[in-house]
């Protein structure tokens, strides 16, 4: 950022014809600024929404993970129950068979 600083010489009637012209020509920039001060909590509730959005998404597949490992969980026990009723019903066979 450059900034150039010049040598204000005014007189008389001058100084406040300068002193106006300062403030108007500065108050957008004040106003600008308000705004943005006005403006920036609405904006820090809106970073912590999407932080806690992302935080709910990254819960909900941490969720999920679990519940899927749960399920393939239950549906290997359920094999494992199901070879094991069969094993048996073929053992009875063979022994009913001897």
Known sequence: MIIFVTQITKCGWEIPDFAFETVDFASPMINSVLEIMDSAPDMIDC???????????????????????SITMSVLVAVFLRTEIIIDAIVAVFLRAI
Do not use: D, R, W, Y
């Open 47 to 69: 970073g912590f929404q999407m932080i806690n959005c992302e935080l709910e998404t990254v819960i909900s597949g941490v969720h999920m993970i679990i519940v899927k490992a």
